[in-house]
C-alpha cells in the first residue's frame, strides 16, 4: 500500500545532541511538511518542500533544518535539541497541482524526548 | 493568525449518540478540511468541503460549512467506540496554498 514512513517511531536523544528523523513516501506526492506536535495542541508547520523548493516558516528556529534529496525522502535535523522540541514530530504529503487545498497524507510520527 | 478554534475542547457521549464539532476561523477560506487523529498516532484525512459548498456528506460524517460566520460543523452520527479520538479543522487561506493550517482540536471520547 502506497504510505508515508516516519523512522524511528521512538527516538531518545540527550540534550545538545543532534538527531535526524527520517520520512519516506510511496505516494510520489510533489509536497512534503514536517509539523511540530507537542500534548493536546494542534500541529504546527516547520517547513515543507514543494517540489526541490525549501519553504521555512518564519517562527521555525534555526535549530531546525531539513533535507529533501529526492522525491521519496525527507529528513529533518534537529542541531541542538533542547527540552523544549520534545513533541512528536509528523511527516505528511500532498499531491498538488498549483490549486492548493489537497488533502495531506501522514506518516505515524516520530516522538521524540529530550533527556 | 489563521488558526482555528474549535468547540468544544473535550466532548464525551455514549456509543449511539451522534456527536458534534465545531471550527471557527478567522479569515476567509479556499478550502476546509476535518482530519482525526488517534492517541500518539499520525492525521487522517476525513473530509474537504470547498468554500463554496454548504453542505458534505461522507457515511457517518456531515461537514457543513457557513463562510459568512466563519465557522463549520463535523457531525458524527451513530457514534462508535472506535470513533474515539482527537478531530481537528484545517483550512487553506487562498486559491493555491499548499500549506494547511490546524485548529485546536476537539478530543471525542465515546463511552461504550
Known amino acids: 500500500d502506497a504510505m508515508v514512513i516516519q523512522n524511528p517511531r521512538y527516538q531518545v536523544t540527550q540534550f545538545g545532541k543532534p538527531v535526524t528523523l527520517s520520512c519516506s513516501q510511496t505516494l510520489n506526492h510533489n509536497v512534503m511538511y514536517w509539523y511540530q506536535q507537542k500534548s493536546s495542541q494542534a500541529p504546527k508547520l516547520l517547513f515543507h518542500?514543494?517540489?526541490?523548493?525549501?519553504?521555512n516558516e518564519a517562527d521555525t528556529p534555526d535549530n531546525f533544518q531539513s533535507r529533501r534529496p529526492n522525491t521519496s525522502f525527507c529528513f529533518l535535523d534537529i542541531r541542538s535539541p533542547g527540552l523544549g522540541d520534545a513533541a512528536m514530530y509528523l511527516c505528511a504529503t500532498s499531491r498538488d497541482l498549483g490549486a492548493g487545498g489537497q488533502e495531506q497524507y501522514f506518516g505515524p510520527g516520530t516522538r521524540l524526548t529530550v533527556t | 493568525s489563521q488558526q482555528g478554534e474549535e468547540d468544544p475542547q473535550a466532548l464525551s457521549i455514549q456509543e449511539g449518540e451522534n456527536a458534534t464539532m465545531n471550527c471557527s476561523y478567522k479569515t476567509s477560506i479556499n478550502n476546509l478540511q476535518w482530519y482525526r487523529q488517534n492517541s500518539g498516532r499520525g492525521l487522517v484525512h476525513l473530509i474537504l468541503i470547498r468554500s463554496n459548498e454548504r453542505e458534505k456528506h461522507s457515511g457517518r460524517l456531515r461537514v457543513t460549512l457557513d463562510t459568512s460566520k466563519k465557522s463549520s460543523s463535523l457531525l458524527i452520527t451513530a457514534s462508535r467506540a472506535a470513533d474515539t479520538a482527537s478531530y481537528f479543522c484545517a483550512t487553506d487561506a487562498y486559491f493555491g496554498n499548499e500549506k494547511l493550517t490546524f485548529g485546536t482540536g476537539t478530543r471525542l471520547t465515546i463511552i461504550p
Open positions: 518542500y514543494y517540489d526541490k523548493d525549501f519553504n
